[in-house]
């Protein structure tokens, strides 16, 4: 039988877990990942577990040589809040891009990552 102390505890515990806010996690993106595309996208799009915080949250899109080439206008989509956007330029030229993303969650966690996708001719 257990005793009342240990019954308390798990009753602690089981009420912290239901108020622990969930982190946002990267869910995927369009262009996916090294995907390598015949034309090029005129926007970045990335879903996230939850919705982030758009205004701290810092998205770019660089080529091979290091320059950046989104429009930073990062946004929220107005149907999907788990869903962002980004406008890239519109004379990309066939070559490697890397997406860096800095998304911070509702509840202030800090999340980070990037990938690549190519535009071939």
């Known amino acids: 039988m257990k005793s009342p102390f240990w019954l308390f505890v798990s009753l602690i515990f089981l009420a912290a877990a239901q108020i622990t806010p969930a ?3 990267f ?3 369009e262009p996916a990942d090294g995907a390598t595309l015949k034309e090029a996208p005129n926007e970045i799009r990335i879903w ?3 919705p982030i915080k ?3 949250s810092t998205f770019q899109v660089r080529d091979a040589n290091g320059k950046q080439v989104d ?3 990062l ?3 107005e149907k999907d809040p788990k869903l962002v956007r980004l406008s890239l330029s519109a004379d990309l ?3 490697a891009y890397e997406v ?3 998304a911070i969650a509702q509840d202030l966690h800090p999340a980070k990552g990037k990938f690549i996708f190519r535009i071939v001719p």
């Open 27 to 29: 869910v995927r993106s």
């Open 71 to 73: 429009r930073g206008d």
């Open 54 to 56: 758009v205004a701290l």
């Open 100 to 102: 860096n993303w800095n």
């Open 48 to 50: 996230f577990s939850e």
């Open 75 to 77: 946004r929220a989509d």
């Open 93 to 95: 030229q066939p070559g």
């Open 23 to 25: 982190h946002t996690d």
